[in-house]
């Protein structure tokens, strides 16, 4: 089986990252020879060496001893002559913030080059979620999309689109698994696609309250394809402005970007390529509205959704 087709378990596509370390991926280590041991199974406590004869005794206080090095008022020594800020200079110590996880990268020295800040530029700036994703573009415009591939940014073609006859498209995997045939020689074309035939006016449907937009329902979950300054986000429908996939079409050419969200759910992949290049193809899905032809993509591909009318 393909490891871009589906799967019962694990991770259904191979661009997914793995689940979620633990800060600092730190684990338990092992027992050393002298370090406090666990109970053994009996339930006493282990006893080794000068400890086995006699239960542990909390040792008495010690006094103050004095450093064998004068010591500032931040307890480390004092910086060496023209190395620092002057003497008179120091006070209290200035606030550093969170310093991340046990083992994370020490901050560079005063004087290196820092990198490029994530904070916003200006005040009133958003600051940009940083999530994993992939682009996948289509090789071919609309007018080719039905016979092209569909490549990731790592020099593979993992899936293709071939119509061989005008009437019928095939989705299928880089191994040949077919994901999806499509009938096109229909009022209301038909697609064959995981295990059942489908209209496909009824698995990418127009918004009830919103022609410009598509829904679409995946393992449950619904999920709409959203248009906003000529670009198609696709969020979940309970959780709107949270895209799961973005639709560009810059050059004329359908970008994908997929996020980890949607990388991570078996055959969740597939169903967006699936829905952008059937948008992307130019075919009528058999919907009766209200006037308006078939648009240019170059010009406004947000128009494309909601004007695959019946001719």
Not at 63 to 82: E, F, K, T
Not at 162 to 185: E, L, M, Q, Y
């Amino acid at each position: 089986m393909s490891s871009y087709a589906e799967k019962e378990g694990g991770w259904s596509s191979q661009y997914a990252t793995p689940p979620n370390q633990p800060y600092g991926g730190y684990q338990q280590p092992p027992y050393q020879q002298g370090a406090h041991a666990p109970y053994s199974q009996g339930g006493a406590p282990y006893q080794q060496g000068a400890y086995a004869q006699a239960p542990y005794q909390q040792p008495p206080p010690q006094g103050y001893q004095q450093p064998p090095y004068p010591q500032n008022q931040y307890g480390a020594p004092p910086p060496p002559q023209g190395y620092g800020p002057p003497p008179q200079g120091y006070g209290a110590p200035a606030s550093q913030g969170y310093q991340g996880y046990p083992g994370a990268p020490s901050p560079a020295p005063q004087g290196y080059p820092q990198q490029p800040s994530s904070q916003p530029a200006y005040p009133g700036q958003p600051q940009v979620e940083k999530r994993h994703s992939v682009v996948f573009k289509f090789s071919g415009t609309n007018k080719t999309i039905l016979n092209s591939q569909v490549d990731d940014p790592y020099g593979k073609s993992p899936f293709s689109v071939s119509t061989p006859k005008k009437k019928v498209t095939t989705f299928r995997a880089v191994d040949g698994t077919v994901i999806a045939v499509i009938d096109w020689d229909h009022s209301s074309p038909v697609m064959e696609y995981r295990g059942n035939k489908i209209k496909i006016k009824e698995w990418l449907p127009l918004k009830k309250d919103d022609k410009s937009s598509r829904t679409f329902v995946h393992e449950g979950k619904h999920y709409d394809w959203n248009t906003r300054d000529q670009i198609v986000y696709l969020e979940p429908s309970d959780r709107p402005g949270h895209h799961v996939a973005i639709w560009r079409d810059p050059t004329g050419v359908a970008e994908v970007e997929v996020f980890q969200e949607a990388l991570v759910i078996p055959g969740m992949l597939e169903a967006c390529l699936l829905a952008v290049m059937l948008m992307q193809s130019g075919h009528s899905f058999g919907e009766s509205s209200g006037g308006g032809g078939y648009p240019s993509i170059g010009i406004a591909i947000g128009t494309v959704i909601g004007s695959m009318i019946a001719s």
